[in-house]
């Protein structure tokens, strides 16, 4: 990732292909929306930093530990192919975090890669169970978005429609990625959490009993190139005029 590593979000954006005017009227857009409730978003590629954040807000109970691939510790996840979102309220603590990985899956899918993907090549390890076809059509390169975190003192603010999207329009935008994916929750997706996120593309079918995360009952989530761009013009037409949503 040829970066630097920490960045306004405005200013950290190589579009490098598709709607260049409509792109940076999004991120102009939900830079002002984050700024109106305090706080100012940054691209960063310290994972070092994600990690320690990580550790302290789960100590706290304010968090979960964060999923292995974006751990040094497990796997080979750096600035090459990583960034975060930080967002940074006004006494210049980290209130806000959203992390993005890139994978080349050219002539590979992520049914393919699914044990690197939930254990980060880990040699050994509980069985998992992989019962998603749509997990055979991700392939090319593929970001995946996840370990979303407000603080408790900036939950409620509409945040949680923004940051999944700033970071998928980051990747599309500097990497020209095919599919931005997640893996959720079960009670998440009941709770709407995906679709707040603004994913369609929800298929449930992934196991991994005896995850160090816990039993993990996931859905994909997932979104193609074409639907992001629907996605981000979209949100700019109905939030042309935005004001504080509760998430």
Known sequence: MNMHTDLRLPDAVTVKGGPI????????????????????????????ELVALNRRET?????????????PACNAVDASN??????????????????????????????DEME?????GT????????????AHGVSGTVCFSGSTWFHPDYRRLGL????????????????????????????????????????TDIQFGIWAPGHPLGNLDLALVRMPRAELLSDLRRFVAERGAVGRQVA
């Open 123 to 134: 040699p050994e390890h509980p069985p998992f169970h992989v019962r998603c076809p749509a």
């Open 21 to 48: 005017t409509e792109i940076a009227s999004f991120l102009l857009r939900v830079d002002k929306i984050a700024r109106e409730r305090g706080i100012r978003l940054r691209v960063r590629t310290d994972i070092d």
């Open 160 to 199: 949680s429609r923004i940051l999944p999207r700033v970071s998928r329009v980051f990747a599309y935008s500097n990497f020209d990625t095919d599919w931005t994916i997640s893996m959720v929750k079960r009670e998440l997706v009941e709770k709407n959490i995906a679709a707040a996120y603004g994913y």
């Open 82 to 111: 990583a960034y975060w979102i930080s967002g940074i309220n006004d006494a210049g603590e980290t209130v806000v975090a959203q992390a993005g990985r890139l994978f080349d899956w050219r002539g590979t899918t992520l049914a």
């Open 59 to 71: 100590e706290r109970g304010n968090w979960y530990p964060l999923f292995p691939i974006f751990d």
């Open 116 to 120: 690197s993907v939930l254990y980060a």
